[in-house]
């Protein structure tokens, strides 16, 4: 083991310990998950995979015929608890996620601090619940609508927000009265062990049952678990359109519900109006930052014919200047690709690209970075690439840092360009044109379930709903009104009076 490995691991392990759980070191001989810094690209720990789904999803129905009676604004005191215990552990947590998922410093505090934004809605929103008065057609009656708690739920989660959808899902879902059984990516087990350990102690300060938010470990056969089980009133699924795809008709097949947030193609259309200089800084965050493995990364950019030269140059200079390096390094800003998975993907869109007519301007090859990474490890050059058309690479997602550069003559080629992909998940315009701005937010601009005007498609806040259309799944998250996806609507009437009319007028009797 090297001196580099040894240090990772070591953090690990201290960060662990410090939220109240320990390094796992499994038997050998037991099922487990590799949990690997894609820093280093070593194993730091076999983490036990969970060999009772049953009994777990069993814990969290008891939880839940009780914590669905608790009153709302209790269930806000658990919530209230997790904020504030991760506003203590924000840094060791936020480092954890470098190590484990390869993101850099400033993203991983910033992934945990989304965690305590969406608790501080989530105490808000335990005294908001709201339903509806409704006016009745009866004299002497009253309607209105009620909304309870859903179940149990099932929240998989992917490796490139390993924290924060997680507690998109759990607060919401906890508040709204269910319970939860989370299934972290295999990728990244160790930043379960870590949140499940402050969650158990906001519960325990809370006077809550811990068992109203578990975790399971494990590969594909403990997701399929959750999925297939009739007690899971939802399952909230994030990954790819293929994995979707199958979720789906597996839980309709029972009636139960899902949320999907799956894949993303995002577009920022380029105008001849932009603002160059905002315009670059953007383009670049969006397209290169977390080594492009956001869901909301740009893969596409739609310049106008008459700047697109420009922007390619000044892109590619950008570029040329990214800090690339272990995610740990303070200057760092692109960190490693997750594992050698995501260099294949890569590298095979790259040839694709170049076989459908592609050139590169910028990047393209592999990195070696210091002693810290070892074979194993893949850092990368964020590419750009400029293609003659949308072609089929352009229009499939590839998770990995790569910018194609098409051209537009007409604002309607661009916004069709924009929608002319299966997924549904992220864009922008960068214009200072007020007309070109409305039309891309109108009902004929972009298809996308998030539009944006003059910043990237990627980082989103927690207060408007995150989720996408078409392929993305048509998911809804974090905030506006996405806690109605949790729970269940019931419709009442209430005659106060001494007569029974009927609706609509019907006479019987």
């Known amino acids: 083991m090297t001196t580099a490995q040894t240090t990772v691991t070591d953090r690990a392990r201290r960060i662990l310990e410090a939220v109240g759980t320990t390094l796992p070191d499994a038997d050998p001989s037991a099922e487990a998950v590799i949990a690997r810094s894609p820093i280093t690209g070593e194993t730091i720990a076999r983490v036990p995979a969970t060999t009772d789904v049953d009994a777990v999803i069993a814990r969290a129905q008891q939880a839940f015929t009780t914590w669905r009676s608790v009153p709302a604004p209790v269930r806000g005191a658990v919530v209230r608890e997790l904020g504030e215990l991760l506003r203590e552990h924000k840094a060791d947590l936020g480092e954890l996620v470098s190590i484990e998922a390869g993101k850099i410093r400033s993203e991983g505090l910033g992934e945990v601090q989304e965690m305590i934004d969406i608790c501080d809605f989530g105490v808000g929103l335990s005294r908001q619940l709201y339903g509806l008065t409704i006016a009745t057609e009866r004299p002497g009656h009253r309607m209105m609508e009620q909304w309870h708690p859903l179940g149990p739920i099932a929240v998989i989660t992917a490796f490139n927000f390993p924290v924060a959808v997680w507690s998109w899902n759990t607060v ?34 809370a006077g809550a049952d811990p068992a109203i938010a578990q975790l399971v470990i494990g590969d594909r056969a403990v997701g399929e678990a959750l999925v297939d089980d009739t007690r899971i009133a939802l399952v909230s699924a994030t990954g790819s359109t293929r994995m979707g795809a199958q979720v789906a008709p597996r839980v309709a097949a029972r009636f139960g519900r899902v949320l999907l947030e799956l894949g993303g193609n995002n577009a920022a259309i380029v105008a001849p109006s932009a603002d160059i200089d905002l315009t670059v800084r953007g383009l670049v965050f969006s397209a290169a930052g977390t080594a492009g493995q956001r869901c909301t990364s740009l893969r596409r950019v739609i310049a106008h014919e008459s700047i697109a030269d420009e922007l390619v140059e000044r892109l590619a200079k950008a570029y040329a200047s990214l800090p690339i390096g272990s995610p740990l390094e303070a200057d760092t800003l692109v960190g490693p690709l997750i594992d050698q998975q995501a260099y294949n993907g890569f590298t095979a869109a790259l040839s694709a690209a170049a076989e459908q007519g592609g050139s590169i301007v910028a990047g393209g090859d592999r990195v070696a970075v210091g002693g810290d990474s070892g074979d194993d490890a893949y850092y990368v050059h964020p590419t750009i690439v400029r293609m003659p058309e949308q072609s089929a690479v352009v229009r499939s997602e590839t998770f990995a840092p790569i910018l194609y550069v098409l051209t537009y003559s007409d604002f309607d080629e661009a916004i069709a360009l924009n929608n002319d992909v299966p997924q549904g998940l992220s864009s922008s315009v960068f214009t200072t044109d007020l007309r070109e701005a409305e039309r891309f937010l109108s009902a004929s601009g972009s298809d996308c379930g998030i539009a944006n005007v003059n910043i990237g498609p990627s980082g989103a806040e927690i207060g408007g709903a995150f989720g996408g259309e078409k392929e993305t799944g048509g998911g809804r998250e974090s905030g506006s009104d996405a806690w109605r996806g949790y729970m269940r609507r019931t419709t009442n009437t209430v005659n106060y009076s001494s007569e029974l009319p009927l609706a609509q007028g019907v006479q019987f009797g």
């Open 172 to 205: 919401l879902a906890l508040v709204s009265g269910d319970t939860v059984v989370w299934k972290p990516s295999e990728k990244t087990p160790l930043t379960g062990l870590a949140v499940q350990a402050i969650m158990e102690e906001a519960a325990r300060r």
